[in-house]
Protein backbone atom coordinates (compact mmCIF):
# COMPACT_ATOMS: atom_id res chain seq x y z
CA UNK A 1 0.00 0.00 0.00
CA UNK A 2 1.33 3.02 -1.29
CA UNK A 3 1.28 6.33 1.32
CA UNK A 4 3.12 9.15 2.13
CA UNK A 5 6.13 9.36 3.85
CA UNK A 6 5.30 11.18 7.72
CA UNK A 7 7.50 13.02 9.88
CA UNK A 8 9.41 11.04 12.26
CA UNK A 9 7.56 9.78 15.92
CA UNK A 10 6.76 12.28 18.15
CA UNK A 11 8.06 11.31 21.07
CA UNK A 12 5.17 12.19 23.59
CA UNK A 13 4.98 10.23 26.31
CA UNK A 14 3.27 10.53 29.38
CA UNK A 15 5.65 13.23 31.48
CA UNK A 16 6.92 11.51 34.68
CA UNK A 17 8.67 14.47 35.64
CA UNK A 18 5.17 16.84 34.89
CA UNK A 19 3.32 14.49 37.31
CA UNK A 20 5.60 14.53 39.96
CA UNK A 21 5.69 18.29 39.81
CA UNK A 22 2.52 18.29 39.60
CA UNK A 23 0.70 15.53 41.64
CA UNK A 24 1.63 16.18 44.85
CA UNK A 25 0.53 20.08 45.07
CA UNK A 26 -2.85 18.44 43.28
CA UNK A 27 -2.96 15.29 45.51
CA UNK A 28 -2.75 18.17 48.55
CA UNK A 29 -5.75 20.01 47.43
CA UNK A 30 -7.92 17.15 46.27
CA UNK A 31 -8.01 14.48 48.44
CA UNK A 32 -8.04 13.61 52.23
CA UNK A 33 -4.58 13.78 53.73
CA UNK A 34 -4.37 10.90 56.30
CA UNK A 35 -5.62 8.05 53.16
CA UNK A 36 -3.22 10.04 51.26
CA UNK A 37 -0.39 9.45 53.25
CA UNK A 38 -1.25 5.91 54.26
CA UNK A 39 -1.52 5.45 50.25
CA UNK A 40 1.86 7.10 49.66
CA UNK A 41 3.80 5.48 52.33
CA UNK A 42 2.51 1.52 50.94
CA UNK A 43 5.25 -1.24 49.85
CA UNK A 44 4.45 -2.54 47.28
CA UNK A 45 7.43 -5.14 47.02
CA UNK A 46 6.35 -9.14 47.44
CA UNK A 47 7.93 -10.66 50.04
CA UNK A 48 9.17 -13.33 48.13
CA UNK A 49 10.92 -11.23 45.70
CA UNK A 50 14.70 -12.65 45.47
CA UNK A 51 16.95 -9.70 43.83
CA UNK A 52 19.80 -11.94 44.71
CA UNK A 53 22.81 -12.39 42.59
CA UNK A 54 22.75 -15.98 40.87
CA UNK A 55 25.28 -17.93 42.82
CA UNK A 56 27.63 -19.94 40.68
CA UNK A 57 25.47 -23.20 38.87
CA UNK A 58 21.94 -21.37 39.79
CA UNK A 59 19.69 -20.31 36.74
CA UNK A 60 16.84 -18.17 36.81
CA UNK A 61 14.39 -16.91 33.73
CA UNK A 62 14.14 -13.50 32.48
CA UNK A 63 11.43 -12.36 34.94
CA UNK A 64 13.25 -13.38 38.02
CA UNK A 65 10.32 -15.25 39.22
CA UNK A 66 11.71 -18.88 38.25
CA UNK A 67 15.11 -19.74 40.40
CA UNK A 68 16.84 -23.01 40.26
CA UNK A 69 20.40 -24.85 40.86
CA UNK A 70 19.98 -28.24 38.99
CA UNK A 71 22.90 -30.53 39.21
CA UNK A 72 23.96 -29.30 35.45
CA UNK A 73 23.74 -26.45 33.11
CA UNK A 74 25.41 -27.88 30.30
CA UNK A 75 26.34 -25.19 26.98
CA UNK A 76 26.06 -27.17 23.83
CA UNK A 77 28.15 -25.40 21.06
CA UNK A 78 27.25 -27.78 18.14
CA UNK A 79 24.74 -29.90 17.15
CA UNK A 80 27.11 -33.30 18.19
CA UNK A 81 27.22 -31.89 21.40
CA UNK A 82 23.59 -32.16 22.06
CA UNK A 83 23.64 -35.38 20.83
CA UNK A 84 26.19 -36.17 23.84
CA UNK A 85 24.72 -34.19 26.45
CA UNK A 86 20.90 -35.84 25.67
CA UNK A 87 22.80 -39.41 25.52
CA UNK A 88 24.97 -38.94 29.24
CA UNK A 89 23.73 -36.32 31.51
CA UNK A 90 21.05 -36.17 34.34
CA UNK A 91 17.39 -36.59 33.76
CA UNK A 92 15.64 -34.20 33.86
CA UNK A 93 17.05 -32.78 31.16
CA UNK A 94 15.68 -29.38 29.66
CA UNK A 95 16.65 -27.14 26.59
CA UNK A 96 16.52 -23.47 27.45
CA UNK A 97 16.64 -20.40 24.87
CA UNK A 98 16.27 -17.16 25.97
CA UNK A 99 14.95 -18.11 29.43
CA UNK A 100 12.41 -15.81 28.59
CA UNK A 101 8.91 -17.59 29.29
CA UNK A 102 7.67 -16.83 32.82
CA UNK A 103 6.16 -20.49 33.63
CA UNK A 104 8.88 -22.97 34.92
CA UNK A 105 9.44 -24.75 31.49
CA UNK A 106 12.83 -24.73 31.93
CA UNK A 107 13.71 -25.26 35.77
CA UNK A 108 14.79 -28.73 36.69
CA UNK A 109 16.92 -31.06 38.88
CA UNK A 110 18.65 -32.48 36.31
CA UNK A 111 20.09 -30.62 33.62
CA UNK A 112 19.96 -27.36 31.56
CA UNK A 113 21.05 -27.70 28.52
CA UNK A 114 21.57 -24.68 26.26
CA UNK A 115 21.73 -24.41 23.22
CA UNK A 116 22.72 -20.22 22.58
CA UNK A 117 25.71 -21.21 20.54
CA UNK A 118 23.87 -23.62 17.78
CA UNK A 119 22.72 -20.16 16.10
CA UNK A 120 23.22 -18.84 13.13
CA UNK A 121 21.75 -19.29 8.96
CA UNK A 122 22.53 -22.45 7.65
CA UNK A 123 21.08 -22.15 3.86
CA UNK A 124 18.34 -20.52 2.10
CA UNK A 125 16.46 -20.31 -1.14
CA UNK A 126 15.40 -16.72 -1.56
CA UNK A 127 13.34 -17.88 -5.20
CA UNK A 128 11.69 -20.53 -2.95
CA UNK A 129 11.19 -18.70 0.12
CA UNK A 130 12.44 -20.80 2.69
CA UNK A 131 15.53 -21.14 4.69
CA UNK A 132 17.32 -23.24 7.44
CA UNK A 133 18.39 -21.98 10.96
CA UNK A 134 20.15 -23.60 13.54
CA UNK A 135 17.65 -23.67 16.75
CA UNK A 136 19.51 -21.18 19.06
CA UNK A 137 19.62 -18.41 16.90
CA UNK A 138 17.99 -15.43 18.20
CA UNK A 139 14.72 -14.01 16.89
CA UNK A 140 16.43 -10.81 15.73
CA UNK A 141 19.65 -11.83 14.41
CA UNK A 142 17.35 -14.64 12.59
CA UNK A 143 15.17 -11.79 11.13
CA UNK A 144 18.26 -9.86 9.86
CA UNK A 145 20.00 -12.54 8.30
CA UNK A 146 16.69 -13.28 6.20
CA UNK A 147 16.80 -9.62 5.37
CA UNK A 148 19.91 -9.82 3.98
CA UNK A 149 19.17 -12.36 1.37
CA UNK A 150 15.82 -10.71 0.71
CA UNK A 151 13.66 -13.12 2.88
CA UNK A 152 11.19 -11.89 6.22
CA UNK A 153 9.59 -13.74 8.83
CA UNK A 154 5.66 -12.67 8.06
CA UNK A 155 5.21 -11.99 11.55
CA UNK A 156 7.34 -11.08 14.98
CA UNK A 157 6.52 -11.17 18.74
CA UNK A 158 6.91 -8.07 20.86
CA UNK A 159 10.22 -8.98 21.62
CA UNK A 160 12.79 -10.82 19.30
CA UNK A 161 15.32 -11.79 21.90
CA UNK A 162 13.99 -15.25 22.13
CA UNK A 163 15.46 -18.09 20.43
CA UNK A 164 13.70 -19.63 17.14
CA UNK A 165 13.19 -23.07 19.22
CA UNK A 166 12.01 -21.73 22.43
CA UNK A 167 9.51 -18.99 20.74
CA UNK A 168 8.26 -22.05 18.62
CA UNK A 169 8.39 -24.18 21.75
CA UNK A 170 5.38 -22.09 23.39
CA UNK A 171 3.55 -20.69 20.31
CA UNK A 172 5.06 -17.42 20.69
CA UNK A 173 2.90 -15.05 18.22
CA UNK A 174 2.40 -11.46 17.14
CA UNK A 175 -0.58 -9.73 15.90
CA UNK A 176 -3.16 -9.39 12.58
CA UNK A 177 -5.83 -11.12 12.01
CA UNK A 178 -4.44 -12.60 8.77
CA UNK A 179 -1.36 -13.57 10.29
CA UNK A 180 -0.84 -16.96 12.15
CA UNK A 181 1.82 -17.92 14.92
CA UNK A 182 5.34 -17.74 14.61
CA UNK A 183 5.79 -21.44 13.89
CA UNK A 184 3.27 -21.46 11.35
CA UNK A 185 6.78 -20.94 9.11
CA UNK A 186 7.79 -24.23 10.33
CA UNK A 187 8.31 -26.96 7.32
CA UNK A 188 10.52 -29.11 8.78
CA UNK A 189 12.73 -29.91 11.99
CA UNK A 190 15.40 -31.50 13.17
CA UNK A 191 15.03 -32.92 16.79
CA UNK A 192 17.33 -34.62 19.60
CA UNK A 193 14.95 -37.24 20.92
CA UNK A 194 15.48 -39.39 24.11
CA UNK A 195 17.30 -42.05 21.99
CA UNK A 196 19.72 -39.18 20.96
CA UNK A 197 19.68 -40.24 17.86
CA UNK A 198 18.57 -36.78 15.61
CA UNK A 199 15.80 -37.56 13.19
CA UNK A 200 14.72 -34.85 10.53
CA UNK A 201 11.12 -34.47 10.48
CA UNK A 202 8.74 -32.84 7.89
CA UNK A 203 4.79 -33.24 7.11
CA UNK A 204 5.57 -36.00 4.38
CA UNK A 205 7.98 -38.11 6.92
CA UNK A 206 5.70 -38.08 9.79
CA UNK A 207 2.85 -35.89 9.96
CA UNK A 208 2.33 -36.95 13.56
CA UNK A 209 5.29 -36.23 15.00
CA UNK A 210 5.27 -32.64 12.87
CA UNK A 211 1.94 -31.45 13.77
CA UNK A 212 2.72 -32.36 17.59
CA UNK A 213 6.24 -30.84 17.22
CA UNK A 214 5.85 -27.55 16.41
CA UNK A 215 4.61 -26.24 19.84
CA UNK A 216 5.96 -29.29 22.17
CA UNK A 217 7.50 -27.21 25.20
CA UNK A 218 10.89 -29.30 24.87
CA UNK A 219 8.94 -32.05 25.90
CA UNK A 220 9.72 -34.55 22.62
CA UNK A 221 13.66 -33.82 22.82
CA UNK A 222 15.62 -31.36 21.69
CA UNK A 223 15.00 -29.07 18.31
CA UNK A 224 18.26 -28.25 16.53
CA UNK A 225 17.37 -26.63 13.60
CA UNK A 226 14.34 -25.79 11.47
CA UNK A 227 13.29 -25.46 8.23
CA UNK A 228 11.21 -22.14 7.37
CA UNK A 229 8.64 -21.21 4.74
CA UNK A 230 9.11 -17.42 4.37
CA UNK A 231 8.01 -14.28 2.45
CA UNK A 232 10.03 -11.72 1.03
CA UNK A 233 11.67 -9.14 2.79
CA UNK A 234 9.08 -5.97 3.46
CA UNK A 235 8.93 -2.78 5.02
CA UNK A 236 5.50 -1.48 7.35
CA UNK A 237 4.20 1.99 8.16
CA UNK A 238 4.13 2.04 11.74
CA UNK A 239 1.01 4.42 13.76
CA UNK A 240 0.32 4.61 17.47
CA UNK A 241 -2.46 6.36 18.35
CA UNK A 242 -3.54 7.46 21.63
CA UNK A 243 -7.61 7.09 22.13
CA UNK A 244 -10.15 7.00 24.62
CA UNK A 245 -11.04 2.96 25.82
CA UNK A 246 -14.37 3.48 25.48
CA UNK A 247 -13.91 4.66 22.01
CA UNK A 248 -12.16 1.94 20.68
CA UNK A 249 -14.14 -0.65 21.65
CA UNK A 250 -16.30 -0.60 18.57
CA UNK A 251 -13.41 -0.01 16.40
CA UNK A 252 -11.14 -3.05 17.32
CA UNK A 253 -13.21 -4.90 14.84
CA UNK A 254 -12.69 -2.34 11.85
CA UNK A 255 -9.56 -1.88 12.84
CA UNK A 256 -8.67 -5.35 13.40
CA UNK A 257 -9.66 -5.87 9.00
CA UNK A 258 -8.28 -2.99 8.12
CA UNK A 259 -4.32 -2.86 9.39
CA UNK A 260 -2.37 -5.71 8.71
CA UNK A 261 -0.88 -5.96 11.95
CA UNK A 262 -3.51 -4.18 14.81
CA UNK A 263 -2.92 -4.16 18.31
CA UNK A 264 -3.98 -1.81 21.56
CA UNK A 265 -2.30 -1.12 24.95
CA UNK A 266 -4.60 0.12 27.12
CA UNK A 267 -2.65 2.08 30.21
CA UNK A 268 -4.70 0.62 33.21
CA UNK A 269 -6.77 2.89 35.69
CA UNK A 270 -6.45 6.07 33.25
CA UNK A 271 -9.60 5.09 30.28
CA UNK A 272 -7.32 5.79 27.79
CA UNK A 273 -5.35 3.28 25.14
CA UNK A 274 -2.78 3.08 22.64
CA UNK A 275 -3.68 1.76 19.15
CA UNK A 276 -0.84 0.19 17.32
CA UNK A 277 -1.30 -0.50 13.59
CA UNK A 278 1.33 -1.62 11.11
CA UNK A 279 0.21 -1.48 7.59
CA UNK A 280 2.98 -2.71 3.91
CA UNK A 281 4.50 0.22 2.60
CA UNK A 282 6.78 0.90 -0.49
CA UNK A 283 7.71 4.75 0.28
CA UNK A 284 10.42 6.02 1.57
CA UNK A 285 12.15 4.91 4.91
CA UNK A 286 12.28 7.21 7.98
CA UNK A 287 13.38 5.12 10.78
CA UNK A 288 12.41 4.36 13.93
CA UNK A 289 12.87 6.71 16.61
CA UNK A 290 13.96 6.23 20.31
CA UNK A 291 10.68 4.48 21.98
CA UNK A 292 9.13 6.27 24.96
CA UNK A 293 7.48 3.33 26.25
CA UNK A 294 9.96 3.20 29.19
CA UNK A 295 8.87 7.22 30.24
CA UNK A 296 5.13 6.16 29.70
CA UNK A 297 5.92 3.23 31.94
CA UNK A 298 7.56 5.39 34.65
CA UNK A 299 4.32 7.75 34.79
CA UNK A 300 1.96 5.10 35.04
CA UNK A 301 3.35 3.97 37.80
CA UNK A 302 3.90 6.92 39.16
CA UNK A 303 0.12 7.81 38.87
CA UNK A 304 -0.55 4.16 41.00
CA UNK A 305 2.07 5.40 43.85
CA UNK A 306 0.54 8.43 44.35
CA UNK A 307 -3.20 8.60 43.55
CA UNK A 308 -4.07 4.41 43.37
CA UNK A 309 -6.34 4.48 46.07
CA UNK A 310 -8.09 7.46 44.66
CA UNK A 311 -9.34 6.56 41.03
CA UNK A 312 -11.35 9.26 40.05
CA UNK A 313 -7.82 11.39 40.75
CA UNK A 314 -5.82 8.85 38.49
CA UNK A 315 -7.95 8.89 35.55
CA UNK A 316 -8.64 12.78 36.45
CA UNK A 317 -4.69 13.47 36.29
CA UNK A 318 -3.91 11.00 33.47
CA UNK A 319 -6.39 13.10 30.86
CA UNK A 320 -4.00 16.17 31.38
CA UNK A 321 -0.94 13.84 31.23
CA UNK A 322 -1.46 11.49 27.76
CA UNK A 323 -3.09 13.41 25.58
CA UNK A 324 -5.08 12.10 22.71
CA UNK A 325 -3.78 11.89 18.85
CA UNK A 326 -1.01 10.00 17.31
CA UNK A 327 2.10 9.51 18.94
CA UNK A 328 4.30 8.02 16.68
CA UNK A 329 4.10 7.58 12.35
CA UNK A 330 7.18 6.08 11.37
CA UNK A 331 8.53 3.65 8.40
CA UNK A 332 11.44 0.63 8.52
CA UNK A 333 12.03 -2.74 7.52
CA UNK A 334 9.49 -4.93 8.78
CA UNK A 335 11.57 -6.45 11.83
CA UNK A 336 13.12 -3.31 13.04
CA UNK A 337 8.87 -2.03 13.62
CA UNK A 338 7.45 -5.07 14.72
CA UNK A 339 9.60 -5.81 18.15
CA UNK A 340 10.30 -3.44 20.79
CA UNK A 341 13.09 -3.40 23.73
CA UNK A 342 11.36 -4.14 27.36
CA UNK A 343 13.77 -2.60 29.64
CA UNK A 344 11.31 -2.96 33.18
CA UNK A 345 10.95 -6.91 34.34
CA UNK A 346 7.75 -7.99 34.70
CA UNK A 347 5.62 -10.93 35.53
CA UNK A 348 2.96 -11.89 32.87
CA UNK A 349 -0.46 -13.75 32.03
CA UNK A 350 -1.60 -13.99 28.74
CA UNK A 351 -5.00 -15.97 27.46
CA UNK A 352 -5.81 -16.81 23.72
CA UNK A 353 -9.64 -16.01 23.83
CA UNK A 354 -12.08 -17.42 20.97
CA UNK A 355 -12.81 -14.20 18.95
CA UNK A 356 -16.16 -14.61 19.71
CA UNK A 357 -15.93 -14.14 22.97
CA UNK A 358 -13.46 -11.77 22.82
CA UNK A 359 -14.13 -8.09 22.87
CA UNK A 360 -16.75 -8.96 26.26
CA UNK A 361 -13.52 -10.54 27.91
CA UNK A 362 -11.70 -7.01 27.11
CA UNK A 363 -14.35 -5.63 28.25
CA UNK A 364 -14.36 -7.23 31.70
CA UNK A 365 -10.81 -7.57 32.12
CA UNK A 366 -10.11 -3.83 31.41
CA UNK A 367 -13.16 -2.83 34.12
CA UNK A 368 -11.52 -5.46 36.97
CA UNK A 369 -8.00 -3.90 36.24
CA UNK A 370 -9.28 -0.29 36.81
CA UNK A 371 -10.56 -1.33 39.87
CA UNK A 372 -7.26 -2.21 41.72
CA UNK A 373 -5.76 1.03 43.41
CA UNK A 374 -2.82 -1.31 43.00
CA UNK A 375 -2.44 -2.23 39.15
CA UNK A 376 -0.94 -0.14 36.26
CA UNK A 377 0.88 -1.68 33.73
CA UNK A 378 -0.87 -2.00 30.29
CA UNK A 379 -2.98 -4.48 29.47
CA UNK A 380 -2.45 -6.25 25.87
CA UNK A 381 -5.02 -7.18 23.51
CA UNK A 382 -3.70 -9.03 19.95
CA UNK A 383 -5.38 -11.12 17.37
CA UNK A 384 -4.45 -14.19 15.87
CA UNK A 385 -5.26 -16.42 12.96
CA UNK A 386 -5.43 -19.96 13.22
CA UNK A 387 -3.10 -22.71 12.59
CA UNK A 388 -3.02 -26.51 13.29
CA UNK A 389 -0.42 -27.17 15.20
CA UNK A 390 -1.99 -30.08 17.65
CA UNK A 391 -1.56 -27.56 20.73
CA UNK A 392 -0.83 -24.07 19.62
CA UNK A 393 -3.21 -22.21 21.08
CA UNK A 394 -4.59 -20.66 18.01
CA UNK A 395 -5.25 -24.31 16.87
CA UNK A 396 -8.85 -24.32 15.33
CA UNK A 397 -10.04 -20.47 14.95
CA UNK A 398 -8.65 -16.71 15.41
CA UNK A 399 -8.06 -15.81 18.53
CA UNK A 400 -7.76 -12.51 20.83
CA UNK A 401 -5.11 -12.94 22.85
CA UNK A 402 -5.49 -10.50 26.64
CA UNK A 403 -2.06 -10.18 28.49
CA UNK A 404 -1.87 -8.63 31.90
CA UNK A 405 1.66 -7.81 33.65
CA UNK A 406 2.98 -6.90 36.92
CA UNK A 407 6.42 -5.51 37.96
CA UNK A 408 8.92 -8.01 38.90
CA UNK A 409 9.42 -7.21 42.55
CA UNK A 410 5.40 -6.87 42.96
CA UNK A 411 2.91 -9.41 43.42
CA UNK A 412 1.09 -11.12 40.79
CA UNK A 413 -1.43 -13.48 42.87
CA UNK A 414 -4.15 -11.40 41.05
CA UNK A 415 -3.36 -13.13 37.90
CA UNK A 416 -4.45 -16.73 39.55
CA UNK A 417 -7.14 -15.32 42.37
CA UNK A 418 -9.15 -12.33 39.71
CA UNK A 419 -7.87 -12.82 36.17
CA UNK A 420 -7.58 -16.44 35.63
CA UNK A 421 -11.37 -17.40 35.83
CA UNK A 422 -12.57 -14.52 34.19
CA UNK A 423 -9.76 -15.90 30.78
CA UNK A 424 -11.17 -19.32 31.84
CA UNK A 425 -14.88 -17.98 31.81
CA UNK A 426 -14.62 -17.30 28.63
CA UNK A 427 -13.13 -19.83 27.13
CA UNK A 428 -9.44 -18.88 26.53
CA UNK A 429 -6.54 -21.05 26.33
CA UNK A 430 -3.02 -19.84 28.05
CA UNK A 431 -0.34 -18.87 26.58
CA UNK A 432 2.17 -21.82 27.14
CA UNK A 433 4.89 -19.45 28.29
CA UNK A 434 3.01 -17.09 30.79
CA UNK A 435 1.74 -17.82 34.12
CA UNK A 436 -0.90 -20.19 34.44
CA UNK A 437 -2.21 -22.82 36.92
CA UNK A 438 -3.60 -25.51 34.73
CA UNK A 439 -2.94 -29.05 34.55
CA UNK A 440 -3.72 -32.28 32.84
CA UNK A 441 -7.33 -32.28 33.42
CA UNK A 442 -8.19 -28.83 32.58
CA UNK A 443 -6.06 -28.84 28.89
CA UNK A 444 -7.44 -31.92 27.69
CA UNK A 445 -11.25 -30.31 27.07
CA UNK A 446 -9.41 -27.25 25.57
CA UNK A 447 -7.16 -29.04 22.63
CA UNK A 448 -8.97 -31.44 20.62
CA UNK A 449 -5.84 -33.28 19.87
CA UNK A 450 -4.05 -33.13 23.59
CA UNK A 451 -4.19 -37.49 23.68
CA UNK A 452 -2.35 -37.23 20.28
CA UNK A 453 -0.02 -34.97 21.77
CA UNK A 454 0.62 -37.14 24.79
CA UNK A 455 0.75 -40.52 22.39
CA UNK A 456 3.33 -38.90 20.37
CA UNK A 457 5.72 -37.71 23.58
CA UNK A 458 5.22 -41.17 25.12
CA UNK A 459 6.61 -42.49 22.20
CA UNK A 460 9.58 -40.11 21.63
CA UNK A 461 10.34 -40.32 25.09
CA UNK A 462 8.70 -43.27 27.05
CA UNK A 463 11.02 -42.74 30.50
CA UNK A 464 10.17 -39.30 30.87
CA UNK A 465 13.92 -37.88 30.20
CA UNK A 466 12.50 -34.70 29.12
CA UNK A 467 9.70 -33.86 31.46
CA UNK A 468 10.27 -31.50 34.74
CA UNK A 469 8.08 -31.33 37.68
CA UNK A 470 5.64 -28.51 35.54
CA UNK A 471 5.71 -30.38 32.10
CA UNK A 472 5.07 -33.38 34.20
CA UNK A 473 2.43 -31.75 35.71
CA UNK A 474 0.78 -30.54 32.12
CA UNK A 475 0.69 -34.26 30.27
CA UNK A 476 0.67 -36.09 32.89
CA UNK A 477 -1.05 -35.24 35.80
C1 LIG B 1 9.42 -9.26 27.64
C2 LIG B 1 8.72 -10.44 27.00
C3 LIG B 1 7.94 -10.23 25.88
C4 LIG B 1 7.29 -11.31 25.27
N1 LIG B 1 6.52 -11.07 24.17
C5 LIG B 1 5.83 -12.09 23.61
C6 LIG B 1 5.00 -11.88 22.48
O1 LIG B 1 4.92 -10.79 21.94
N2 LIG B 1 4.28 -12.92 22.00
C7 LIG B 1 4.35 -14.16 22.58
O2 LIG B 1 3.65 -15.06 22.13
N3 LIG B 1 5.18 -14.41 23.62
C8 LIG B 1 5.92 -13.40 24.13
N4 LIG B 1 6.76 -13.65 25.19
C9 LIG B 1 6.93 -15.05 25.63
C10 LIG B 1 8.12 -15.69 24.92
O3 LIG B 1 8.08 -15.48 23.52
C11 LIG B 1 8.09 -17.20 25.14
O4 LIG B 1 8.04 -17.49 26.49
C12 LIG B 1 9.29 -17.90 24.49
O5 LIG B 1 9.18 -19.27 24.72
C13 LIG B 1 10.62 -17.46 25.03
O6 LIG B 1 11.66 -17.96 24.22
P1 LIG B 1 13.05 -18.37 24.87
O7 LIG B 1 14.06 -18.52 23.77
O8 LIG B 1 13.37 -17.44 25.95
O9 LIG B 1 12.70 -19.80 25.43
P2 LIG B 1 12.80 -20.37 26.92
O10 LIG B 1 11.90 -19.59 27.79
O11 LIG B 1 14.21 -20.47 27.30
O12 LIG B 1 12.17 -21.81 26.68
C14 LIG B 1 10.84 -21.95 26.30
C15 LIG B 1 10.53 -23.40 26.00
O13 LIG B 1 11.25 -23.81 24.86
C16 LIG B 1 11.94 -24.99 25.15
N5 LIG B 1 13.16 -25.02 24.34
C17 LIG B 1 14.14 -24.10 24.30
N6 LIG B 1 15.10 -24.49 23.45
C18 LIG B 1 14.71 -25.68 22.95
C19 LIG B 1 15.26 -26.60 22.01
N7 LIG B 1 16.43 -26.37 21.41
N8 LIG B 1 14.58 -27.73 21.74
C20 LIG B 1 13.39 -27.98 22.32
N9 LIG B 1 12.82 -27.15 23.21
C21 LIG B 1 13.47 -26.01 23.50
C22 LIG B 1 12.22 -24.94 26.62
O14 LIG B 1 12.48 -26.22 27.16
C23 LIG B 1 10.92 -24.36 27.12
O15 LIG B 1 9.97 -25.36 27.24
C24 LIG B 1 7.44 -12.62 25.81
C25 LIG B 1 8.25 -12.82 26.93
C26 LIG B 1 8.89 -11.74 27.52
C27 LIG B 1 9.77 -11.98 28.72
Redesign the pocket.
Known amino acids: MMREAKAAAKTTGLSRRTLLLGGAGAAALLVPGVPYALWRSRNFQRPDFNPAPLAPGEWA???GAQRITPKSIAVAQTEAD?VRIVKSSPAPI??????????P??PTPGTI?D?GP?SGLIAHDTAARTATLH??T??QVAAGQLDAVGLALPN????D???????????????GRTLA??HDAIIGFR??PASGEPIDVTEASDPALFAAGKV?????????QFTLRLVDRFALHRKLTIMPMDDLYDRIEPMSHQHRNFEILYLSGTGKAAAITHDLWQGPISGRPPSTDEDTLKGMRDLRDQFGWFPWLRRRMSEGLISSGVHEDTTDRSWKLL?TS?NT??N?M?YHIPEANGLAALREVIATMDRRPDAFFPI?M?LTHEDDAWLSPFQGGTRM?I?IHAPAEESFQMFFDVFQPIFRRYGGRP????LHTLTTADLRPLYPRFDDFRDVRRRMDPAGK?LNPF?ARLFEG
Open positions: NWSIRAVGSGHSFTLVLIVAGILLSDIVQTLAGLFATGTHGTPLLISMGTLGVMSSRRFEEERSAHWGKFT
